[in-house]
Nanobody, 126 residues
């Protein structure tokens, strides 16, 4: 059973940084592309970033986070990370990770299962 657990959220001032972790258990992370998603109060869940499972580990980012967020993975540690820099109040949301579909080896921001974990809260506020 695929299980992903998010951690690393918290309260940070605008301009600050956080690193989120997505830890996998029950399956071999190597074979899956992983995406990060977020949901702010009153808004729909949106894709933030994804990373493919292939050797090149291609990545994709939402326009709103390009240049500020970096996704990476450490298959040996069964963990995918989201480094978030230059955080803005509009980044405030619950962040989730999930296995995502791929198209010709490139990750998409479409969850495979449609089910979600508890997520980790990120609050950007002064």
């Amino acid at each position: 059973q695929l299980q992903l657990v998010e951690s690393g959220g918290g309260l940070v001032q605008p301009g600050g940084s956080l690193r989120l972790s997505c830890a996998a258990s029950g399956f071999t992370l190597d074979y899956y592309a992983i995406g990060w998603f977020r949901q702010a109060p009153g808004k729909e869940r949106e894709g933030v970033s994804c990373i493919s499972s292939s050797g090149g580990h291609s990545t994709n980012y939402a326009d709103s986070v390009k240049g500020r967020f970096t996704i990476s993975r450490d298959n040996a540690k069964k963990t995918v990370y989201l480094q978030m820099n230059s955080l803005k109040p509009e980044d405030t949301a619950v962040y989730y990770c999930a296995a995502v579909h791929t198209v010709q080896g490139l990750c998409t921001m479409r969850s495979m299962s449609g089910s979600w974990g508890q997520g980790t809260q990120v609050t950007v506020s002064s």
